[in-house]
Each structure stands twice: as C-alpha cells, then as structure tokens.
C-alpha cells in the first residue's frame, strides 16, 4: 500500500506540471521523460499495471510534442505490460474482466494508427477480434478498425466482407428488442453504420449480377424503389437518411451524376468522416471512371 500511494503521491506531482499557469508553458518533455522513469522503476517493482499507466501518461507527452515515434514507442511499451499483467492474472485464476487484455489491445491499436500502416495493422486487428469473441461489442470495434484500414489500402471488397459479417455478428449476438429481431443500444447504432457503408460500398464496387452475392442482394432490394416500406425501414435507420441513401442508389443505377452531387450535399451532415470519404469516391467515379473500386 504504501509503494501505491507513493506512485500516486509522484504521479500526481508529475501531472500537476502539465497544468497550464498564468505566463508559464509547461514543460512537456521533461514531464514525459520523468513518467518514463517512474514507469521503469514500477516495472522493476512488478507493479505492472501501474507501469503501464506512466507509459500511456509518456504517450499522451509525446502526442502533445507531435512525436509520433515516441508516442507510438510508449503506447506499445504500456500495451506489452498490460498483456504480460493479464497472463499473470490468468495464471493466477484472478477474478476479473479481461480489462488488462482490453487495454492492451487499445494501446496497440492507437500505436498503429500513429504510425500510419493501415496494411499491417489489419493483421492485428482481425487477431484483436479473435480474441474478444466473448465480448461482442469490443469484438465489433476491432473489426470496424480492420474494415477502415481496408478502405485506406483501397481494399473496398474486403471492406464489404468485414462490414457484412459485421451486422450480422448484431443481429445474431447483439441484444434485441423483446420478440423481434431489432437490435438496440450499441448494436443498434453498429447495424445502422455498416447498413450506410455497405450501400456506398456497393454503389462504388458495380459488382455485375452474376457476381452479387446474396446477401449484397437483399440490401440492394431495400433501397429498390418498389420495396420500399417505411415501417420496416425504421428498424435500420432513420426514414430521412434511408430516403437519401435510396435515393443515392437510384441516382448510381440511373447514371444520374448532378443528382448524386446534390444528394452528397444533403447527406453529409449524416454520415461520419469515413462514410463521406466513400460517398465521395462513388461521385468521382461517376464523374471520371477508374476501376479502382473493382
């Protein structure tokens, strides 16, 4: 206990020199390198989890000196300890949540993305799924990260594939309204994400019918004109955003580019960074046909 509150009495004494005072910068650096050796020492100490603590503290420095090795360098240092303290954990049949396991993860997950492989990180990301499988909802975050790095590799198939096996991970797993099939709270908001993906995904991928699977099928046919009924939509997405997206499909099958740029304005405020991303590249598509997609 005592070895606790004195990491506790240092750590806060650190922290308190990152607080911005009137005239006076604080002085990151030194900070950062002095949770490197209160991190070392913690190591030596056994006190791992605490360790890992001063190393995410080092990182969030080293972010604010925009050093992205050195931010990269500590997050996966604090990742290593936070999976060598949830072994031990194991061996030791402690009771417990898998939080070191899911720290962890988290830490390698930002580290990738600081140092900007989106290829090799599907690796990792697909294997952090794995391994939270009893644990739908963080199981469904590591694949939402393997389906952005597919997008940023131009992977578009692959991210069609993740997205796919996304929602219906939801729909099979997910919690669900009493005596339906409606997926509620996270889940929901899951199903609705990859719902508006996987239609711009369709829409810039062209696959030709012969080599539309089923399932890419069946999404096609709820934003098919005749199809459409607006008390089994809501389920999905909201009605105005559904009538866009339908809208946009149309527009796609009907080659109809202005209509497409003026449906790119109006669903913008709807659809997250990425999704605008892919509606942009099913725009330009129209407008100067690549392939890439294909």
């Not at 005592?2 to 910068?25: C, H, I, M, P, W």
């Not at 950062?32 to 991190?39: D, H, M, T, V």
């Not at 699977?213 to 046919?221: G, I, M, N, V």
Request: charged content about 20%.
């Amino acid at each position: 206990m005592a070895a606790e509150g004195d990491f506790l009495a240092r750590y806060r004494a650190v922290s308190n020199k990152l607080k911005k005072r009137f005239l006076r910068k604080p002085n990151v650096a030194e900070a950062s390198e002095q949770f490197g050796q209160l991190a070392k020492e913690l190591k030596q100490q056994d006190c791992l989890q605490y360790a890992a603590f001063c190393n995410l503290a080092m990182a969030r420095c080293e972010q604010t000196l925009f050093n992205a090795p050195g931010e990269a360098l500590a997050l996966t240092d604090a990742a290593r300890l936070f999976l060598t303290s949830e072994k031990e954990n194991r061996a030791l049949q402690a009771p417990g949540f898998d939080e070191h396991l899911q720290a962890a993860l988290n830490c390698y997950s930002f580290a990738i993305k600081e140092m900007n492989r989106p290829g090799e990180a599907v690796v990792h990301f697909q294997r952090a799924a794995e391994l939270q499988s009893q644990t739908p909802i963080e199981a469904l975050l590591s694949m939402g990260e393997m389906a952005t790095c597919k997008i940023l590799t131009r992977d578009y198939d692959g991210a069609l594939s993740v997205f796919t096996e996304m929602q219906l991970i939801c729909q099979e797993r997910g919690l669900q309204l009493p005596g339906t099939s409606t997926p509620v709270g996270a889940f929901l908001d899951i199903v609705a994400k990859c719902e508006i993906s996987r239609v711009l995904l369709l829409m810039l991928l062209e696959p030709p019918p012969q080599k539309l699977l089923p399932e890419h099928a069946q999404t096609l046919e709820r934003y098919a004109w005749e199809s459409f009924d607006p008390h089994s939509q809501v389920t999905f997405l909201p009605e105005n955003v559904f009538l866009l997206l339908q809208s946009v499909v149309m527009a796609c099958q009907e080659k109809d580019t202005e209509s497409l740029k003026s449906l790119q304005t109006d669903l913008w405020p709807f659809l997250t960074a990425e999704q605008n991303h892919l509606l942009h590249l099913v725009v330009q598509e129209r407008i100067t046909p690549s392939g890439q997609g294909i």
